[in-house]
């Protein structure tokens, strides 16, 4: 196809070569990225300040509970609380004479020999055993 005698020429469109994204789209998405980022932080910040506020909270309801009871245990302690205690169980002062001294070697485990000494202590021994089997203290091994 000529015209005019020159021959005419298809002109192709150029098209630009894409060689990526251009620098706007990576530009905007770090811009998306940052605030998608900070938003999830602050979230997570709040969430973790509301569990550290719940456990602060039970903490301090631990704490006075323990102070509370404390506080009861050590009223129940005195000696009137004590007394007063002792006198709705029915309980009386010792007696002077029902107080019985033990020798040591009797409550010392295993100090005292299991059977001998003397013989009248042996004879007391065999008697106690006979009449009520346990009159004697027996150690568990």
Known sequence: MMQGGRPT????????ERRGVPLFAWVLGLILLAVFAEVWLVTRMSEVTLQSDRVEKALAQAVARQSYLEAQLAATRTRPALAALAKRMGMKPADPTQVVNLPGAYLADGDAPEEGGTTLIALG???ADAIVPSARARARR
């Open 125 to 127: 021994r065999r008697l």
């Open 9 to 16: 020429v298809l002109r192709k469109r150029y098209d630009y």
